[in-house]
T-cell receptor, first 116, second 112 residues
Framework: DSGVTQTPKHLITATGQRVTLRCSPRSGDLSVYWYQQSLDQGLQFLIQ???????AKGNILERFSAQQFPDLHSELNLSSLELGDSALYFCASSVGAAGGHGETQYFGPGTRLLVL | DQQVKQNSPSLSVQEGRISILNCDYT??????FLWYKKYPAEGPTFLIS?????DKNEDGRFTVFLNKSAKHLSLHIVPSQPGDSAVYFCAATFFGNEKLTFGTGTRLTIIP
C-alpha cells in the first residue's frame, strides 16, 4: 500500500459526459502528479501540482483540468469525453517539487475509465 | 515521439536465472533514470534508480546498468523469483524537469 488513494476504482460513462477523478496523496506529501496510461502505452504525464499551485504541465488536453485543494487532495476533471479517453489514470505524490529527479513518486492504484 | 523505449513487450525467464530488461532513450538531456514495477490492479512501485554520473547501481537482487554513449540502460534481476513477475517500466528525467517520461513497459514472467 503506497498510501496514495484514488477514487473511484472504475468508472463507466458515455461520450460527451464529464467525470471527476479524486486523489489523496500520502500524508506529508505536497506534490500530486496525474498520469494517463492508454492501452499498450507507457504512462503519459499530464500535470503536477505542488502545495496548491500548478507546477508542471505535460500532454494534458484542454478538455481536461485539475486542481489541488488546501487539504492537498487533487481532482482531475475530464469533460466532453471521447472514446479515446478510455484509459487508466494514475495519481502519484511526492514530498517535494522535484518530480522524479532524486525524489520518489508514490503511485495510487489508478482509476480505470471506460467511455462508451 | 517516444523518448524512452522498451522494445521487448514481454520476457519469460526460468526461476533462479537472470532476468535482463532493456531500455533505450533518445533525449541527451536525461540524467536520471528509474525503474518501476507494476502488479495488476496496483499502481507502479519504485524499484531502483541511477544517476548519469554512475554506470551501475545495485540494490539486493536488482542492478541497473547505464551506458550513456549508447543511451541504453538495463535492469538485471538475479536470481529471478516468481514474485518478480510483473510489468517493469523504465522512466527518465533531467534536473529541473519535474516530469517522468516512461517507456511502454516489459511484462516479465518468471517460470517456476
Amino acid at each position: 500500500d503506497s498510501g496514495v488513494t484514488q477514487t473511484p476504482k472504475h468508472l463507466i460513462t458515455a461520450t460527451g459526459q464529464r467525470v471527476t477523478l479524486r486523489c489523496s496523496p500520502r500524508s506529508g506529501d505536497l506534490s500530486v502528479y496525474w498520469y494517463q496510461q492508454s492501452l499498450d502505452q507507457g504512462l503519459q504525464f499530464l500535470i503536477q501540482y505542488y502545495n496548491g499551485e500548478e507546477r508542471a504541465k505535460g500532454n494534458i488536453l484542454e478538455r481536461f483540468s485539475a486542481q489541488q485543494f488546501p487539504d492537498l487532495h487533487s481532482e482531475l476533471n475530464l469533460s466532453s469525453l471521447e472514446l479515446g479517453d478510455s484509459a487508466l489514470y494514475f495519481c502519484a505524490s511526492s514530498v517535494g517539487a522535484a518530480g522524479g529527479h532524486g525524489e520518489t513518486q508514490y503511485f495510487g492504484p489508478g482509476t480505470r475509465l471506460l467511455v462508451l | 515521439d517516444q523518448q524512452v523505449k522498451q522494445n521487448s513487450p514481454s520476457l519469460s525467464v526460468q526461476e533462479g536465472r537472470i532476468s535482463i530488461l532493456n531500455c533505450d532513450y533518445t533525449n541527451s538531456m536525461f540524467d536520471y533514470f528509474l525503474w518501476y514495477k507494476k502488479y495488476p490492479a496496483e499502481g507502479p512501485t519504485f524499484l531502483i534508480s541511477i544517476s548519469s554520473i554512475k554506470d551501475k547501481n545495485e540494490d539486493g537482487r536488482f542492478t541497473v546498468f547505464l551506458n550513456k554513449s549508447a543511451k541504453h540502460l538495463s535492469l538485471h534481476i538475479v536470481p529471478s523469483q516468481p514474485g518478480d513477475s510483473a510489468v517493469y517500466f523504465c522512466a527518465a528525467t533531467f534536473f529541473g524537469n519535474e516530469k517522468l517520461t516512461f517507456g511502454t513497459g516489459t511484462r516479465l514472467t518468471i517460470i517456476p
